[in-house]
């Protein structure tokens, strides 16, 4: 495999790589990581001070890894080079049919050897998959991608926070780019990564909110696209989001179907820790056999970890409207909280519901679960314990060798 960032670089005086005119295709399946090609930015960005204020998607760092794709030729070489706008015709397919997916993953600096570690990306790579082949979209092998993933995250390995409370968000994307208005398959793709500093989502500590819960407004439907990552499910949430602002509420409890079933928070998957009707403490998430929500990589770590205690029910199932008032009525909810990568947890106090409001405890006692759930998966991520789920990308100080790229 060509390496490009193995080895520690220092922040000015990258070597500069040009890239070959002449573009070689890897395979028709898949690119190759070993095809990799590196090019360094000759203008170093100024890192932030302090990446625990970095507001979430502001910053980003020098690199972007890319690799493209065309139906005749497949896919061609992937590339680190320096990050840059891109080239798109005004008729290029995602501006108008949103022929675009999208992944969101964190990469983590450990306080104990300023290890760098990647969480459970094997999940993500799987539903990227999984989205690009409901967006017609091109397929390839996970291991090169996080071959490639691993190399970029390496060049830019000064980027990643030396932080418990920040991480380095990735980004890897894939849209289709073919110049063409019929509504059609893509013939031409691209594939690319960028990566971003970022503190706490919502702002330091572990800070509650309300949601807007409106039948009027639903995100997704039985059969559709709510279960993949796709651009196209989020953008029409945002004026709804807005609307929440305007009712006081800083979030959407989006409900499906007659008997206004509960699906997901803003952008999270959403639990409910309650004593159920038949009297047993049950921490409940909606399933994934409708479609209705997205399969968080958070979400299977938290029911993977609750099931692992064995010390309440675990179920993923649906729960309706109706019986969360009813539960809220007699005092049998406990806690409620959003679950996904960029705020890890997001704990819930509130619902405005058919012009009422249902109080939610969660805070009352600190939202003990909530916040058990975030320390054992911090402690993972940040590599205070060892895990399965960890995915070393730079070995720790005492296997880093550091180099100067200027004498090279």
Not at 297 to 319: D, Y
């Amino acid at each position: 495999m060509a390496t490009c960032g193995r080895l520690r670089l220092l922040d000015q005086g990258f070597r500069f790589f040009p890239i070959r005119t002449i573009q070689r295709f890897s395979s028709s399946g898949t690119f190759k990581a070993d095809d990799l090609i590196c090019q360094f930015t000759k203008r170093p960005g100024q890192k932030p001070i302090n990446a625990e204020d970095c507001a979430f998607g502001k910053y980003f760092t020098d690199h972007m890894l890319a690799v493209s794709w065309d139906q005749r030729t497949g896919w061609g070489r992937p590339i680190i080079k320096p990050l840059e706008n891109l080239s798109l015709h005004p008729a290029t397919s995602v501006f108008h049919y949103s022929t675009e997916l999208f992944e969101g993953m964190k990469a983590y600096r450990s306080p104990i050897n300023n290890s760098i570690s990647l969480f459970r990306p094997y999940e993500n790579m799987e539903r990227m998959t999984r989205s690009a082949i409901r967006a017609a979209l091109p397929t390839f092998d996970h291991d090169e991608l996080m071959k490639c993933i691993s190399e970029l995250i390496r060049v830019d390995q000064g980027w990643v926070p030396y932080s418990e409370k920040s991480s380095l968000y990735l980004r890897p994307t894939m849209i289709g780019t073919e110049p063409s208005l019929g509504v059609t398959m893509s013939r031409s793709a691209l594939l690319y990564v960028i990566l971003s500093p970022t503190g706490p989502y919502f702002g330091k500590g572990l800070n509650s909110v309300s949601l807007l819960a409106d039948p009027k407004y639903k995100r997704a439907g039985a059969g559709m696209s709510g279960a993949y990552k796709l651009g196209s499910n989020y953008g029409p949430t945002i004026r709804v989001q807005e609307l929440a602002k305007k009712h006081g509420c800083h979030q959407v409890l989006w409900l499906y179907g007659d008997e206004h079933e509960i699906t997901e928070v803003g952008t999270m998957n959403l639990f409910i820790y309650w004593i159920n009707e038949e009297g047993e403490n049950e921490l409940v998430t909606m399933g994934l056999d409708k479609g209705l929500v997205l399969p968080g990589v958070t979400r299977s770590s938290m029911l993977a970890l609750a099931r692992e205690w064995n010390e309440f029910k675990v179920s993923e199932r649906t729960v309706t409207m109706g019986q969360l008032q009813k539960a809220a009525s007699e005092n049998r909810v406990m806690e409620m909280f959003g679950a996904g990568t960029a705020a890890v947890v997001c704990p819930v106090d509130r619902i405005h519901y058919m012009d009422e409001d249902i109080m939610i405890p969660t805070m009352e006692h600190g939202a003990p679960l909530a916040t058990r759930l975030k320390e054992e998966l911090h402690d993972i991520q940040y590599g205070k314990v060892e895990h399965e789920w960890a995915y070393n990308v730079l070995p720790g100080d005492s296997e880093t060798e550091t180099i100067d790229l200027r004498s090279q």
